[in-house]
């Protein structure tokens, strides 16, 4: 049987990206066709590899090919990704800027930044993290790098400092050029300055995904990065209690305020469940249930997910490996989840901003 290239791509003009409500063609993902008798071959380029609709993609793909064309055709798919930008991010390769945020303290911001960025790293893609938290900067402790420094080196009177690589991110932490044993009461201006060093004087290379962990609460970094750096969107995390959800909305009020316009990408409940680690079935909502999705829907932003309360996050966490390292436990699958659903939201708003016409930026 002769099928043309014309065929394929009729065929899966019939498929749509759910999220992005358009046909796969129309968005120019479907690339590489090759046709050989009755083999056929094609690549989807998907917007993120931590696209949490890939199997679905894929399927739709298949029977598109066996119901529009026929179903004697041996159909290879070979599921790609390139993660789509669409703001000069001001800093060189870099294509999305991810800000963590939380309205409180203490509501495990970091723990969601670290194992954010691992599991996104996990699915495919290029990862740093940003860690400005200059109360108490944590990042070092967690990936066992305390004491370290980042080499800097001098280019035409330029300092360059070269992030820290481990498990597969590139980091660089405020708490890398502090002594923790001396808190230093920093100002103003000065903060500012030590930030935006962290993107601007940092070889961050190629990257998909840029995450800054910001301090709890709203105040000057938060300005300053925002208004320095074209930031994709923001990332707000929860617990459930009332006192926590309260502050998470003044956060989101900032992002959402004229003179800062940060998308917020969703809500993120930590510390949802206590789940005990010989009956990981059970769960219970000691805080209560259901506040951070109320507060997304009441807000209309998405609600990325829950995060169980399980002891062995903070073990993990002060050993230097987080979490999300270790294979295939609930907090793993739950990470990767929330990674999923960041993605997607980054990957929605790119889209929208390109008014759909052509997804895959080279
Ligand atoms: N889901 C969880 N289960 C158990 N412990 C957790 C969880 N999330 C965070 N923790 C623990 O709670 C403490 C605070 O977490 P973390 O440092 O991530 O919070 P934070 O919001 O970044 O804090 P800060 O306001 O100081 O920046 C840590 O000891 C951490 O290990």
Known sequence: ?????????????????????????????????????????????????????????????????GHFISKDIEVTVN?????????????????????????KGGVGKSTVSVNLALALAKSGAKVGLIDADIYGPSIPIMFGLEGERPKATQENGKTRIEPIEKYGIKLLSIGFFTDPNQPVPWRG?????????????????????????????????????????????????????????????????????????????????????????????????IFGQGGGSKLAEVLDVPFLGEIPLIKGISDSGDAGKPIVLEDNGPMSEAFAAMASSVAQQVSIYNARVAGNSNLVNN
């Open 79 to 103: 599921m790609t990704s390139q993660v789509t930008t669409q703001k000069n991010t001001g800093v060189p390769g870099v294509k999305n800027i991810i800000a963590v945020a939380s309205g």
């Open 1 to 65: 049987m002769d099928i043309t290239k014309e065929q394929v791509l009729q065929a899966l003009g019939h498929v749509e990206e759910p999220d992005l409500k358009k046909d796969l063609v129309t968005l120019n993902m479907i690339q590489d066709i090759n046709i050989s008798g009755n083999k056929l071959s094609f690549s989807v380029v998907l917007t993120t590899p931590a696209c949490p609709l890939k199997d679905l993609i894929e399927n739709a793909c298949r029977n598109a090919i």
């Open 189 to 285: 201006p000065m903060v500012s300055t030590a930030v935006k060093q962290l993107f601007n004087d940092a070889d961050w290379g190629e990257l998909d995904y840029l995450l800054i962990d910001l301090p709890p609460g709203t105040g000057d970094i938060h300005i300053t990065v925002t208004q320095s750096f074209p930031v994709t969107g923001a990332v707000i995390v929860t617990t459930p209690q009332n006192v926590a959800l309260a502050d998470a909305k003044k956060g989101i009020g900032m992002f959402m305020m004229e003179a800062i316009n940060v998308p917020i990408l969703g809500i993120v409940e930590n510390m949802s469940y206590f789940t005990p680690a010989e009956l990981p079935q059970n769960k219970y909502y």
